[in-house]
């Protein structure tokens, strides 16, 4: 498109015979590439539809999702060895790695409501969630209890699960982790039972 | 076509016209206006987003302490972002295509508009409609639906300056003194009439009281109605009208031919065909039905080449001008728009695929290709043909180029910053989301805020870049003044020899529609629609007719193409056919769509699962938060992608939402998707994070909502609300105004108990326990059977 002198038309067009306004028009040939564009799009979409919607080809999207979580699910359950016991989470609260991880998934997700000292309700009243800081557990102080009071949540008192967020089991357990860290193997447990609602 | 002197009048007698462009200035000068105004109001939202404080908190210091809050509710982001959209689609576009629309028809029909009172009425009608929407909006006073946010009292106004703007236009197409149509009188033919219908539909609603209504559609039915307008408010409001004044300005201001007229013809009606079927890709991996979620994304691909022939045209006039950029700022804001035009409606297409809206859909790289759109495609427009018209509308010179220029370049990289920032923001922030680690097993990402805090830089640069941009505005509207300060209001004239139609051009309504373009195009309707829905045979025999039809139309247009370019210069002559074909190519996207879903998709057919009912206060809550504006930042539909899954739940399903006047689905997910929050937090959450959200989650950026913990619930407005809900279809069963009393009490006392029960002291009348109570409720659903147990 190199400049061209104004007000000379290039001479190979022909001007449409009306003005407007003073507006004239070319009745230039539409540009190859664009009649592509135009015709590709129509043929595509023609026959995206036969695969997608006549030859039901493609699975309906619920069933297609239902389907990958049937696989995920499937893979999740053959990754679960049995190592969650009291031991092993004794362990993993020692190891300073998985405690660091867990230390900053508290602090995103649990310490909001279970304050930075861990002591909850006991540090101010503005938070709601329990004391972790003590001795006294209300749904069982062994460590499986709470990882799996923590997985599952308890609503009643406030307690979403997981936090309220998404978290796999491998970050709960780096929390739990966390939070046995702050305790020791073999103290003393006192167990209050949730009030019957 | 030659033109035959009047019969009546003397050959060859001329007079002289006065064109009306006092007008053309004021609806210039209300857009200059409401553009800052609107594009002030976005700058504030987009602080408001990076700092949680810019909701109210940062009024305690600018006053020394003197106004203390923690948020305001009249200017908090929910309520902040509709005035934003309303005041820069329909106050400053709005205005800006009234002038140059005012302007052009008058010189492309050599007559004055038919009404000066019109013209007045049109003005006022519309600025008051603006100021209206700037009181109650901030007032939380909305039907909860985007750019459909109005009220319906000023709906009906709306409607009515339509009608008005609509009157004077075909009014002054009627007196004409040229004998055909010009292709940016077509595009203004097609706004308006458009325009009208996607508006009367999408507001379509039942009033409860004075100044709230509830929609007559619900859940997918107004999921489908109300994007079949939003995405077609973007067609028809900011598009073919700036596209008709594009062919208008952009000729003249290169005194240049327009490139080509059959391309003209070719996009006019390829684009107004093809827009209006595009809607649903707003709704891609939705519970949508998938038949209309893939007219939406194929309609989209096609309608790449439609919106580019309008670039080509713009961009290749200027060949043989295009040395004039360097030193004219007109042509370089035209330049700039015309190419920022390509690139959205480039990015458009790209965005409705639905593996790449997977990623787009809910993040910020579709603000940023709104922006493109707005700020590049309108924005740019506006300006170059504010610069042209002001010198020839106070009959003086531009009061400074060298301004002109600066604004160009403060424009330029506010966009470039802009856009930039949000596609790198929606694209990384999509990736996150959807990622997934562990062979695809866990996510990735699994808390919301940490992909928040990574876009926080760019949504700052976006701030930057949108700043930038206001302040070129500001410039524009200085020189704009200096330049009306240094001449004198004038009003064009044109001397026109008396004119009249030749007998011949006159088309009847056979020549109008038994013609080989009608029919053929017709036919091909028809077959297409019968494909659609027919059953086994008539399909198979509906895909043949539609290839015969083809075949026949090509091979007629190959043999008598002439015949076709005749009947096409003769139809140009004849504004009547030509507006009902108009329409007519508009509608038929929309009927196709909308008809079948609103007879099909109603609650009593839902397969699957339905929702539970809302209770009387929950209905209360769930007004309060569309009155908050909540859906701006909260979606309610969960994708049919695994990703989406994990992290909020099973698929959303269709049934669930189906009583759901108005829907609630989103477009954005500046928070996280809600729709099965409810249960999964407890009251006492809810409670700490609507008051002060930073108390429950440090990183969130949303507003703190401390006025629901003062203000009371509107009880007494339920039982007119229930009356209507059960007029649109929500089957609650009839209800005293002492029942709903006793029920809401009942229902907000055990709350507040919950509540007390956990230390957070509130009395049961507050706005606060509503919400929560309908936010306890999202999610919940029933198999359809036990609905219809339960109903019997």
């Keep these: 498109m190199s400049p061209e002198p104004s007000g000379q038309p290039p001479h190979e067009d022909n001007l449409r015979p009306h003005t407007y306004d003073g507006i004239q028009e070319y009745d230039k040939r539409l540009p190859n590439w664009w009649l592509l564009t135009l015709y590709g799009a129509i043929a595509f979409a023609v026959a995206f539809w036969f695969v997608h919607y006549e030859a039901s080809v493609v699975l309906p999207d619920g069933e297609r999702v239902t389907q990958e979580l049937n696989r995920v699910e499937a893979v999740k359950l053959a990754a679960m060895v049995d190592k969650l016991n009291d031991p092993y989470l004794w362990q993993a609260s020692r190891n300073s790695a998985i405690v660091a991880n867990g230390a900053a998934t508290y602090k995103s997700v649990c310490q909001a409501c279970h304050a930075p000292s861990l002591r909850g309700k006991a540090e101010d009243p503005k938070y709601i969630g329990a004391n972790l800081a003590d001795n006294a557990w209300l749904h069982g102080g062994q460590p499986t ?49 949730p009030p019957v609602q | 076509m030659s033109v035959a002197p009047s019969a009546s009048a003397r050959p060859g007698a001329k007079t002289l016209i006065v064109y009306d462009d006092r007008s053309v200035r004021w609806f210039m000068i209300a857009s200059i206006f ?169 507001h379509l609603s039942i009033p409860t009281s004075l100044l709230h209504s509830y929609p007559l559609f619900g859940g ?100 043989g001008a295009w040395h004039k950029l360097r030193t004219d700022p007109v042509l370089k804001f035209f330049a700039a728009g015309v190419t920022f035009y390509g690139m959205s409606t480039f990015e458009g297409p790209l965005l409705s695929i639905r593996s790449v809206n997977a990623i787009g859909h809910y993040s910020d790289w579709i603000i940023g290709h709104v922006h493109g759109g707005t700020l590049g495609w309108n924005g740019m427009m506006a300006a170059g043909m504010f610069y042209w018209l002001a010198p020839r509308l106070w009959n003086t010179r531009l009061h400074s180029t060298k301004l002109a ?126 494909w659609l829905f027919g059953g086994d045979y008539l399909r198979l025999l509906s895909i043949f007719g539609l290839i015969l039809t083809i075949l026949i139309a090509y091979a007629h247009f190959s043999a008598r193409g002439l015949t076709w370019g005749r009947w096409y210069d003769q139809l140009l002559a004849n504004a009547l056919p030509f507006s009902v074909f108009t329409f007519a190519a508009a509608a038929i996207g929309g009927v196709v769509q909308i008809l079948p879903t609103v007879l099909a998709y109603r609650p009593e057919n839902v397969e699957d699962r339905i929702q539970v009912l809302y209770t009387p206060l929950e209905l209360a809550g769930r007004d309060i938060y569309i009155r908050e504006g909540c859906y701006n930042c909260h979606s309610q539909m969960i994708r049919t992608l695994v990703p989406d899954v994990m992290r909020y ?115 049961p009348e507050k706005e606060l326990v509503a919400v929560i109570a309908y936010l306890q409720k999202l999610g919940k659903s029933q198999a359809v059977g036990e609905a219809a147990a339960a109903a019997n």
């Excluded at chain 2, 302007?103 to 029909?109: A, F």
């Excluded at chain 2, 949508?288 to 045209?313: D, K, V």
């Excluded at chain 2, 700043?467 to 001397?495: C, H, K, M, W």
């Excluded at chain 2, 051009?505 to 036919?523: D, Q």
Aim: aromatic share 14%; glycine share 8%; net charge neutral.
């Design chain 1, 145 to 193: 209890e709470i990882f799996k009071l923590v997985r599952e949540g308890y609503l009643p008192r406030g307690m979403p699960p997981r936090g309220g967020q998404p978290l796999s089991d491998t970050a709960v357990l780096e929390a739990v982790a966390f939070v046995l860290s702050h305790h020791r193997e073999g103290e003393p447990i006192v167990v209050e039972p």
């Design chain 2, 34 to 202: 409401w553009g800052i105004v609107g594009m002030a109001a976005g700058a504030l939202a987009a602080s408001q987003l990076n700092f949680w404080q810019m909701n109210g908190k940062f009024l305690e210091w600018i006053t020394f302490g003197l106004i203390q809050n923690e948020g305001l509710q009249y200017i908090s982001f929910g309520r902040l972002r509709p005035l934003h959209t309303n005041a820069v689609i329909f106050a400053f576009v709005g205005n800006m295509m009234f002038a140059g629309i005012y302007h052009s028809t008058q010189r492309l029909c050599k007559c004055r508009t038919a009404s000066d009172f019109l013209s007045q009425l049109h003005f006022w009608g519309w600025n008051l409609i603006i100021v209206a929407a700037a009181i109650t909006l901030p007032a939380g006073l909305t039907r909860g639906k985007e750019y459909a946010e109005l009220i319906w009292p000023i709906n009906i106004a709306v409607a009515l300056i339509w009608v008005v703007f609509a009157a004077n236009f075909f009014w002054t197409l009627a007196k004409r003194n040229e004998p055909t149509l010009y292709v940016a009188l077509w595009f203004y033919i097609a706004t308006i009439l458009t325009v009208a219908m996607l508006y009367i539909v999408n």
């Design chain 2, 220 to 319: 997918v039915q107004d999921a489908l109605v109300q994007w079949w307008y939003g995405h077609n408010a973007v067609a028809f409001f900011l598009t073919t009208p700036i596209l008709g004044i594009m062919y208008y300005y952009m000729p003249k201001a290169a005194e240049r031919p327009v490139y080509s007229y059959r391309l003209s013809v070719i996009h006019f009606w390829s684009l107004v065909f093809v827009y209006i079927w595009a809607g649903p890709h707003h709704l891609l991996n939705t519970a949508l039905p998938t038949w209309l979620q893939l007219l939406g994304m194929l309609f989209s691909l096609m309608l790449w080449a439609p919106s580019w022939g309008g670039m080509l045209n713009g961009l290749l006039t200027l060949r």
């Design chain 2, 405 to 530: 220029d600066l604004h160009f370049w403060s424009a330029m990289i506010g966009i470039l910053l802009y856009v930039g920032a949000m596609w790198v923001s929606g694209i990384s922030q999509g990736l996150n989301l959807l990622a997934t680690t562990d062979g695809g097993t866990t996510l990735a990402y699994p808390i919301f805020t940490e992909t928040l805090k990574a876009i926080r830089p760019l949504m700052l640069a976006r701030l930057v870049g949108g700043t930038l941009y206001l302040a070129g505005f500001f410039l524009l509207a200085y020189n704009i003044y200096r330049t009306a300060r240094s001449g004198q209001p004038v009003d064009g004239t044109v001397e026109v020899a008396v004119e009249e139609h030749e007998p011949s051009s006159v088309m009847g309504p056979i020549r109008s529609f038994l013609n080989p373009p009608i029919l053929t195009c017709g036919f091909a309707l028809l077959f297409g629609c019968l």
């Design chain 2, 649 to 763: 739940g099973e698929y959303s399903r269709l049934g669930e939402s189906v009583y759901d006047h108005p829907f609630q689905w989103g477009s954005r997910r500046t928070g996280p998707d809600i729709a099965r929050v409810g249960g999964k937090y407890s009251n006492a959450w809810h409670y700490d994070h609507t008051i002060d959200p930073r108390s429950v989650n440090v990183d969130s950026n949303m507003p703190s909502f401390p006025w629901l913990a003062e203000q009371e619930t509107d009880i007494a407005s339920l039982h007119a609300k229930l009356r209507v809900q059960r007029l649109v279809g929500v089957p609650y069963p009839e209800m005293t105004e002492s029942e709903i009393a006793a029920s809401t009490e009942q229902q907000a006392r055990a709350i507040a108990l919950d509540l007390r029960n956990a230390g957070k002291l509130i009395a």
